[in-house]
């Protein structure tokens, strides 16, 4: 069912912060990236990323629950005469909401607010293995272009 019409798409606030993690732990590839017990990190996190120009952590609530998350922001690119990119970055949906058009309201909406800012592209990433999100991913227009590279830091 793709009825997205008692979903409302928001800014994260600070007593989703809970909410988040589960969906976060929910949909990663390493079950141990995410820790609850480390919630004054993510608050903190929510506080810079609320702050920042460019820089958005939405949620999808329906019923009062949030269902589904990603986050959007803008950079400041030299070339393309000093363009602001825009990147969407962890899309997750709540297992049981997935397939009911709860990602491609999220999606749609930080695309939305890429246009607003003024964007040249929006671009995302997706994990190789994750062959279900990349068909989403085109269904809703976006192209593989590019091969990704990515150097752990710690």
């Not at 912060?17 to 609850?36: A, K, N």
């Amino acid at each position: 069912m793709n009825d997205t019409s008692a979903v409302v798409i928001r800014r994260a606030q600070e007593p989703d912060i809970e909410r988040l993690i589960d969906l976060l732990r929910l949909g990663t590839l390493r079950p141990d990236q995410e820790d609850p017990d480390d919630r004054d990190l993510y608050a903190r996190a929510l506080a810079e990323i609320s702050a920042a120009p460019h820089n958005e952590l939405l949620v999808a609530e329906r019923d009062g629950q949030v269902i589904g998350t990603c986050q959007v922001f803008g950079v400041r690119q030299f070339h393309h005469r000093g363009g602001l990119c825009a990147e969407i970055e962890g899309v997750h949906v709540h297992p049981d909401f997935r397939g009911g058009g709860i990602g491609s309201a999220l999606i749609a909406h930080a695309v939305e607010i890429a246009r607003t800012w003024g964007c040249y592209r929006v671009q995302l990433t997706s994990n190789k293995v994750r062959t279900d999100a990349h068909r989403f991913y085109q269904r809703l227009g976006f192209t593989a272009t590019h091969e990704g590279f990515k150097l752990p830091l710690r």
